[in-house]
């Protein structure tokens, strides 16, 4: 049974509708990224412009339950959603910055994009949180970075990084949301 299957049954369950939210708001990544102090956010950041992992290490390294109980209150989805939503959001301000781009001009790009493209990244995601999808062989991430006329690889990686990012960051919120727990 899916992540989600499972979810709108204990919901039936429970008494409660399965409404799936149309749009993710991305409110418990960007707030707990937004709760993180500057100087946390920069040595995440410095980290990883060394290296992405890097960089996730030094976020985990944060003590951000306080903040995540702060950003998801009254939650009691899994805290592994919780901490994906903050990574997506940590991911995407590291590949911006590593681009030289504003966070609107990528997510101009995205909304640009086909939406084909866009769901085809998501689904590309789905079984990352159990969720069994039609899968596509299109170049997603791709198709959504030519909006952004990067001309090279290195930097096109980057971008893609940032948008793999934000369609993870969305089933993160999704799943916050919809969590019966």
């Given at each position: 049974m899916s992540?989600?299957?499972?979810i709108a049954?204990?919901?039936?369950?429970?008494g409660t509708p399965a409404a799936k939210p149309a749009k993710p708001s991305g409110?418990?990544?960007?707030?707990a990224w937004g709760g993180l102090s500057s100087a946390d956010r920069d040595r995440v950041l410095a980290a990883y412009h060394q290296d992405r992992a890097l960089g996730l290490n030094a976020l985990m390294d944060l003590d951000v339950t306080p903040i995540l109980a702060?950003?998801?209150t009254g939650s009691r989805a899994p805290r592994v959603f919780l901490h994906r939503a903050l990574?997506?959001?940590m991911t995407q301000a590291g590949a911006a910055r590593e681009l030289g781009l504003e966070r609107g001009v990528m997510e101009a790009a995205w909304k640009a994009a086909p939406a084909s493209?866009?769901?085809?990244?998501?689904?590309?995601l789905g079984p990352n949180f159990g969720e069994a999808t039609p899968g596509c062989t299109d170049d997603a991430e791709g198709?959504?970075?030519r909006g952004l006329n990067i001309p090279r690889a290195d930097r096109r990686l980057q971008a893609s990084i940032y948008y793999v990012a934000k369609a993870e960051g969305e089933w993160a919120e999704q799943l916050i949301a919809n969590s019966p727990f």
């Amino acid at each position: 049974m899916s992540m989600l299957a499972a979810i709108a049954l204990a919901q039936v369950i429970a008494g409660t509708p399965a409404a799936k939210p149309a749009k993710p708001s991305g409110a418990v990544g960007a707030c707990a990224w937004g709760g993180l102090s500057s100087a946390d956010r920069d040595r995440v950041l410095a980290a990883y412009h060394q290296d992405r992992a890097l960089g996730l290490n030094a976020l985990m390294d944060l003590d951000v339950t306080p903040i995540l109980a702060v950003c998801a209150t009254g939650s009691r989805a899994p805290r592994v959603f919780l901490h994906r939503a903050l990574w997506a959001e940590m991911t995407q301000a590291g590949a911006a910055r590593e681009l030289g781009l504003e966070r609107g001009v990528m997510e101009a790009a995205w909304k640009a994009a086909p939406a084909s493209a866009r769901t085809c990244l998501h689904n590309r995601l789905g079984p990352n949180f159990g969720e069994a999808t039609p899968g596509c062989t299109d170049d997603a991430e791709g198709e959504i970075a030519r909006g952004l006329n990067i001309p090279r690889a290195d930097r096109r990686l980057q971008a893609s990084i940032y948008y793999v990012a934000k369609a993870e960051g969305e089933w993160a919120e999704q799943l916050i949301a919809n969590s019966p727990f």
